[in-house]
Nanobody, 123 residues
Framework: VQLQASGGGLVQAGDSLKLSCAASGRTFSTYGKGWFRQAPGKEREFVSGINWSGGSTVYADSVKGRFSISRDNAKNTVTLQMNSLKPEDTAVYYC?????????????????WGQGTQVTVSS
């Protein structure tokens, strides 16, 4: 059971990035999924979550209107489109999954975690 996040990089403020997370080892099509991030010296925080069908999404206030989460159950992937990036978005981004079909927003609700991908936004 593995989650592999990719797509991070170094960009300038105002740019866009698209993060992807591929699941392998089991079918995650019925699992809720989410993205979290962790900046140096800070706790891991919720960014966005999506339910099993993609019909329900939740965003942290700090990214609402700029980030968009989606999923492709046929490909077992979840993506995070990040637009209008700000320096404060700099962090390691983690994808995660949990067995419930619902949307969860806390670290403790997620059982499966990817290795993280670095996003750095310069001013």
């Amino acid at each position: 059971v593995q989650l592999q996040a990719s797509g991070g990089g170094l960009v300038q403020a105002g740019d866009s990035l698209k993060l992807s997370c591929a699941a392998s080892g089991r079918t995650f099509s019925t699992y809720g999924k989410g993205w979290f991030r962790q900046a140096p010296g800070k706790e891991r925080e919720f960014v966005s979550g999506i339910n099993w069908s993609g019909g329900s999404t939740v965003y942290a206030d700090s990214v609402k209107g700029r980030f968009s989460i989606s999923r492709d159950n046929a490909k077992n992937t979840v993506t995070l489109q990040m637009n209008s990036l700000k320096p404060e978005d700099t962090a390691v981004y983690y994808c995660a999954a949990h067995r419930s079909a619902a949307v969860f927003t806390t670290v403790y609700d997620y059982r499966y975690w990817g290795q993280g991908t670095q996003v750095t936004v310069s001013s």
